[in-house]
RNA sequence: CGGGGCGUAGCACAGCCUGGUAGUGCGCUCGGUUUGGGACCGAGAGGUCGGAGGUUCGAAUCCUCUCGCCCCGACCA
């Protein structure tokens, strides 16, 4: 912009910016997380510090999904973070599938346990034990608890938000009488969670089964929702288990049915975990920084201040004050950003490096004339921007917000169709992992699904419900295959 | 656990090769001029140079050991 730009104006410039997603994805989602205050590292390795910010970020994904657990029946209960080890040992897959990443415990008030306890990894078998306890008839029956807290994991290698070693969920966990009525659940449950990604993250997913080697420890069906994340890879971003009688089993959850026969539960678990907040950032993010859906954005509309003197701060606060309180007033999440000494330059480039949706800025010309600049952050610069009347303010934000959400939608969904193909051949198969999705026949073998993650790094995702039904070969051995698979390398 | 890189102010780094006053930019504090797309000037605060041991009159710098972090590969929401 200035010709007279210095070297060292450069390198200051460059400091504020992110590296760009095409450059380095990796470094930019780092950097993004650190520079919006979502999250910092904590002083233990693979831990997180989850900031206000990206609190208030998880407390509106709660709500959302709270809302609608409730609204299905569930009801919140907590149960402790300290299981038995013998506990995880009575499911063999789930002792094989978890052991190796369990924190333990061994002392507690200066003495060696007698039993080591595990820090939960996941609570299945912790509430086994309770549901055991409470379940005694088909009048129990169903059991729907859920609830919120955090679990630990020793993963070797973590990244803020989509690996950590101890993250945020809900775990939910009910008991039911039949195996309907619990693959009922399990599905009830995936489509709760694409609803919710779809129409309070807009995020487009696909739901799906996971492959045997895919499937949870100790389910037996695994369901997700698969997201595309701007780097063309492919994120879980909710997970549904039918149990079977696995657990019930292990666990002796039995019922009394109307004949009075004793007969084992059928149970479910499913979760959403912080992670969400990963694919937030990576599905809409851009190399700006933020971009959050308005309906969980913490920050809906933000109002930044123009001023140059004493009396035409005075007046532009006395505007800019008014119209936050009325767009509070009618349940829009508004701030107004009162830093002094920070140019309203810098403060644009900030509020949109942490993805506040849309921008209401107030100086003194709105001041005389009644109007505000109204910009969008789904359409940087010019294109977004738009000078409106203060009058009907609150409508417009409201409506804009909406068309944000929508546009947020769309612009992930056609970014994911662009990079999904249906490749015809391996090599075709090949390079459609190497950017994105791709959509197809495999015969189910688990040696053609290791062959292929070996070769390409691609792993099967998920086996999607829409399925045509015809025949056709599988993309590595040509064998008959009916089903079609999304495969994608995965974080 | 294997391979690679790095530890110096809150952050990003220079200084180390060739030992001798710890430095630059950003950020922070104060004062002034600024403010419709990342302002500027001036003054200031801020350091056990990751830790321990050694060599030396003297170590951020040389030697030995150690701890930690990040990135890449085998497990995972």
């Known amino acids: 912009m200035n010709p007279e730009s210095t070297p060292s104006r450069d390198r200051r410039m460059s400091e504020h910016k992110l590296p760009s997603r095409a450059e380095d994805f990796a470094e930019w989602y780092n950097q993004l997380v650190l520079r919006a205050e979502l999250a910092d590292y904590a002083p233990v390795r693979g831990c997180m510090i989850v900031r206000p910010y990206g609190w208030a970020l998880w407390e509106n994904i709660q709500q959302a999904l709270d809302k609608r657990f409730k609204a299905t029946g569930h009801v919140n209960a907590a149960f402790p973070l300290l299981i038995p080890r013998s506990f995880l040992e009575r499911e063999k897959s789930h002792v094989e599938g978890f052991s190796p990443e369990l924190a333990v415990v061994t002392v507690g008030g200066g003495k060696e346990l007698e039993e080591p306890l595990v820090v939960r990894p996941t609570s299945e078998t912790i509430i086994g034990h309770a549901y055991a306890k409470w379940i005694k008839s088909y009048r129990d029956l169903p059991v729907l ?125 499913w979760g959403l975990s912080t992670r969400f907040i990963g694919a937030i950032i990576m599905v809409h993010g851009d190399d700006k920084g933020l971009a959050l859906p308005p309906r969980l954005a913490p920050i809906q509309a933000v109002i930044v201040p123009i001023y140059k003197t004493d009396e035409e701060r005075a007046s532009v606060f006395e505007t800019a004050q008014r119209i936050r309180e009325e767009l509070v007033a009618n349940d829009i999440r508004a701030k107004l950003d009162e830093r002094d000494g920070l140019t309203p330059g810098f403060k644009f480039n900030d509020w949109e490096m942490r993805g506040v949706p849309l921008r209401v800025e107030v100086g003194p010309r709105d001041v005389a004339n009644g109007t505000v600049a109204l910009a969008r952050r789904d ?113």
């Open 145 to 269: 608890i859920n609830q919120w807290n955090s679990v630990v994991r020793w993963e070797l290698r973590t990244k803020l938000f989509l690996r950590t070693l101890e993250f945020f969920w809900q775990e939910g966990h009910t008991a039911h009488a039949t195996y309907t009525e619990a693959a009922a659940e399990t599905r009830q449950m995936l489509d709760i969670y694409t609803d919710f990604a779809v129409n309070e993250a807009a995020i487009p997913v696909i739901p799906g089964r996971k492959s045997d080697s895919e499937r949870f420890a100790g389910a037996d069906e695994t369901y997700s929702i698969e997201a595309m994340m701007g780097d063309g890879k492919a994120l879980q971003a909710g997970t549904s288990h039918n149990l079977g009688q696995n657990f019930s089993k292990a666990f002796d959850i039995r019922y009394l049915d109307r004949h009075g026969e004793l007969q084992y539960c059928w149970t479910t678990s």
């Open 379 to 491: 359409k940087p610069g010019k294109e977004g921007k738009s000078f409106v009347k203060q009058e009907g303010l609150v409508a417009l934000v409201r409506e804009t917000l909406a068309q944000v959400q929508q546009s947020l939608h769309q612009r992930a969904l056609a970014f994911r169709e662009a990079n999904t193909q249906e490749p015809q051949g391996y090599d075709e198969f090949k390079s459609a992992v190497e950017r994105g999705f791709a959509r197809a026949r495999w015969c189910g073998s688990r040696e053609c699904e290791a062959k292929i993650k070996e070769e390409t790094k691609a792993t099967t995702r998920c086996i999607p419900f829409d399925q045509t039904g015809d025949e056709g070969a599988c993309i590595y051995c040509d064998k008959a295959a009916r089903e079609r698979v999304i495969f994608a390398r995965a974080y």
